[in-house]
């Protein structure tokens, strides 16, 4: 089993830089794909970056391919989210999940959740 911990959010002006960190305990985090999700307000959670157990397995939703970059630490039990280039469209509250294996897209494919930790993009 892995808890996922969110953390790193906060309020930033458009162009600006942020990491988020996602520490998830549990001896096997190295065998978990990790996803970030988004959920902005009044819109359905959605998917933005997933990493596989093999780091170079990675995948980005459209929107924020070539802004955003997710990686993995296994010492640290921890995966990140460096999203450069914010836009007001990006601001949501945001998600880490955990799935065994392989990377996916899709929500239900994810076992363990984070509380989630809020992004906020001012223009």
């Known amino acids: 089993q892995v808890r996922p911990v969110e953390s790193g959010g906060g309020l930033v002006q458009a162009g600006d830089s942020m990491r988020l960190s996602c520490a998830a305990s549990?001896?096997?985090?190295?065998?978990?794909?990790m996803g970030w999700f988004r959920q902005a307000p009044g819109k359905e959670r959605e998917f933005v970056a997933a990493i596989g157990e093999i780091p170079r397995d990675t995948d980005y939703e459209d929107s924020v391919k070539g802004r955003f970059t997710i990686s993995r630490d296994n010492a640290k039990n921890t995966v990140y989210l460096q999203m450069n280039s914010l836009k007001p469209e990006d601001t949501a509250v945001y998600y880490c999940a955990a799935r065994p294996r392989e990377n996916g897209r899709q929500r239900w494919q994810y076992n363990y959740w984070g509380q989630g930790t809020e992004v906020t993009v001012s223009s």
């Open positions: 549990g001896r096997l985090f190295s065998t978990y794909a």
